[in-house]
């Protein structure tokens, strides 16, 4: 089996077709055929089924395929790291990361990595951790930061735990819940479930209510998005809990306001997930130090501001 192999049948699977996979890796159609035929020759089984509108993985191709993503990652780290123990500052690092952690920690976190690495490509991306974990698994994200399900990761992965966390109940400037300390005002009012939750932090909002003896909470609206979350706060009487760090971004505090009065809702704490037993390149081990080294400094202000 040759790497170009590996290559080839990652470009098929990505793209569905021939055509385009030839394409993608810069061979004529017949050779990235004949190469995909060579591969299943050689392990006995078809990689790939033939459907109207181009290719799809079989079973086993789709078990080939996630064998063969690990190859590839590793090999991108290899080629990096080989690079920059001969000097030089160059490579990607790719991270996954939490509103609520990038607010908090990538500013100067980002900053920091980037005077000793200024010519890297840093390649980030918005997510919670459900949707990211098969790439993290797999390498394709190098590590994702943010809130997260202690219970729910998979053997595999490596958790850092950088610092617990919690949320706020929000409502839009003038809302008259801001002033009340009526508990059952608050319960009675309609609410937005919190966005990009997980599981359980989904269930942390619904102890929140029956640990003051409330009654659940009149949800109205849910959204995949914390823009659409916030905008929707402050444009109408519904409420939210929210992770704090939300309300540090720009402008937000002329829109919405905190029920400081209700006090705080549990949140998922904030960990850094990567692959166990994999080692990163150098210059993603770097981002990843200092983001651990910002979560430190950051949980003593936080513990110094409450």
Known sequence: ??????????????????????RRVGIAQPAITRSIREIEHELGAALFERHSKGVRLTLV?????RRALIVDSELRRAREEVEQIKGRSTGQVRVA???SSSIALLPMALACFRK?????????SESS???????????????FVGGLDLQ????????????????VVVARRGHKLLETNSLESIAAARWIRPSLSTQASEADFERFFEERGLPRPIVVMQTRSAVQTLVAVASSDLLS???RQWLDLPGLADSVGVLTQVGPVAAAPVCVVRQSGVPLTPIAE????????????YQRELSLSL
Do not use: Q, W
Request: charged fraction near 25%; aromatic fraction near 6%.
């Open 1 to 22: 089996m040759k790497l170009s192999h590996v290559r080839d049948v990652l470009a098929v699977a990505e793209l569905g077709s021939l055509r385009a996979a030839g």
């Open 61 to 65: 191709g789709e078990a080939f395929t």
């Open 97 to 99: 990361m939490s509103l």
């Open 116 to 124: 000793r690495y200024p010519d890297a490509l840093v390649s980030l």
């Open 129 to 143: 951790f459900e949707a990211v974990e098969h790439e993290v698994a797999d390498g394709r994200i190098d590590f």
């Open 152 to 167: 729910s990761v998979a053997p595999g992965l490596s958790v850092d735990r950088l610092f617990d966390n919690d949320g």
């Open 241 to 243: 809990a929210v992770p």
């Open 286 to 297: 770097h981002l990843c130090d200092v983001v651990r080294r910002r979560a430190a400094n």
